[in-house]
Every structure is written in C-alpha cells, then in structure tokens.
C-alpha cells in the first residue's frame, strides 16, 4: 500500500508540475504571437487552435523525441529564406546532434524519362518522395542516411550527395512535404504563403540563376503555377501556421531569438 500510495504521488506532481510547465509555455508563445501581430509584416499570419499547446506539450514530455518540422509552400515562396534564417538565430555554432535539414530539391530524379511523362518540372512525379520519406523516418529512428544532390543546371541527381545525422531537430522544406506520401510523418506543418506577383518576380530572377531564360522559363513557369494551383495551394488547409513570405530575414532571427530566449526563462 504504501509502495503504491508512493508512485501515485509522484505520478501526481509530476504531471502537475508538467502542466505548470506546459501552461507557461502556452502563455508565452501566445503573448509572442500578439507582439507579432502589431507588426506591418508579421511573420505568424495563421496558428491553428491547438498548435502551440501540441508545440509545449512535445517539449516538455517528448523531450528524448525528435522533432520533425515540415515546411512546404510555392516555388520561390521563401521556404529557403525562413528555414536558413530561423538556424542562423537558433544555432550559433555548428554543434552536430541539434539540427539537421532535408531539402526536397535534392530529391528530383533524374529528369530524362520523368520530365517527359510528367509534363512539368514541379509536378510530384518528378520528385522522389518515397526516398525521402525513407531517410526522414531514418532520421526520427536515429539513423544516418545519405541524401542524394540534384544539379537545377545539368538535371542530374547524384546519390552520394550529403551525409546527414539524427539530430533533436530535423527541418525539411520543399513543394511537397505536406504532400499525402510524406505528411504524416510530420510533427508540425508549415505552409509559407507570399503572393504570387511576389513568386513570379522571385522565380525568373532565380530562373536565370540555373540557366532558363526566354520561351523555356515561360513554360517552366507556366507549370509551375499550374502544378502550385493542383497540388500545393491546397495543403494550407492542413497546415498547423501559416508563415509570412514578405517577412525581411532580419525579422525572422529577430522573432527567433525572442521565442528562444522567453523559452529559456520560463523553462529554467
């Protein structure tokens, strides 16, 4: 009885002083997310209603899980941008063991035969999303996986691209992470939306970067919005925020740091 009486109570404060913890958390990402709204451009445009409590409950239950974050919106929408930025203010240094990013571009196949019966560069078919759901799942398990490099300029995909190692964090962005092959792996879901004038401006300068120019851009950007309209546009709906594309990359490490550092006051 008194064993009992034992692990009962500290089950009991336990879980208390968990929701406690919880509880501060919650406040605070809430009083962070009313700062940012004040802003001309917040960064936070739409949070599902129990996105913060899920994001406190896995840091103060899930602590020895990792953390998957899926980051998905259009072709030059800023999905880079906002996953690059939020690194640089949360990792000062290049410790291993914190983070590690899965990039999906790195995973189109090699486009020969795919492109053909495809008809577009951005369509699904053309990304090889088993493979990267595989490494992703490998990395949540604890695993080391080698994901493959795709060149934008020659088309070619090299499997013995980068090593990449578990980490507390795994980040992964692209056109499709919310896609139905992969999304459910996800912890959190994250949709970057900026207008498409904006994509447009964004995509043609980057165009010329990998060598499109004239008549072939205009159709590859043809597909692009066309292919955006099908299979991304409507992954918003599942997404647990929506993420500001027009937000200065200052301003990402800006709200980054302040998340951290409240983070860390309330969780010492």
């Not at 053309?126 to 020659?154: A, C, N, W």
């Not at 939306?193 to 970067?209: H, L």
């Not at 292919?227 to 993420?243: E, G």
């Not at 709200?255 to 409240?262: D, G, N, Q, S």
């Amino acid at each position: 009885m008194v064993e009992t009486f034992e692990l009962t109570n500290y089950n009991f404060y336990s879980s208390r002083l968990d929701m406690e913890l919880i509880t501060n958390i919650v406040d605070t990402l809430k009083e962070i997310l009313e700062e940012d709204k004040k802003q001309e451009q917040p960064l936070f445009l739409k949070v599902a209603d129990d996105f913060i409590m899920n994001i406190a409950r896995k840091v103060v239950q899930e602590k020895k899980k990792t953390f998957l974050i899926g980051i998905t919106g259009e072709s030059a929408s800023g999905k880079t941008v906002f996953v690059d930025n939020t690194i640089e203010a949360v990792v000062r240094d290049k410790k291993e063991g914190i983070y590690t990013v899965i990039r999906q571009d790195d995973y189109y196949k090699d486009t020969s035969k795919e492109l053909l019966e495809a008809g577009s560069y951005d369509a699904p078919d053309v990304i090889d999303l088993q493979l990267m759901r595989k490494h992703l799942l490998g990395l949540k398990q604890g695993e080391t996986v080698v994901s493959p490099k795709y060149d934008f300029v020659t088309c070619v995909s090299d499997p013995d691209g980068e090593v990449k190692t578990p980490a507390k964090v795994v980040l992964t962005e692209g056109l499709y992470v919310l896609n139905e092959e992969v999304r459910d792996i996800m912890d959190v879901k994250v949709y970057v939306f900026t207008p498409i004038d904006v994509i447009k401006e964004r995509w043609y300068k980057r165009a010329v970067s990998r060598g499109k120019t004239g008549e072939a851009a205009d159709l590859q950007f043809k597909n692009v919005n066309e292919t955006a309209q099908q299979y991304i546009r409507p992954t918003y709906q599942i997404a647990d925020c929506i993420i500001n594309g027009m937000v200065d990359k200052d301003y990402i490490k800006v709200i980054t740091e302040k998340i951290m550092a409240r983070l860390a006051e309330v969780c010492c």
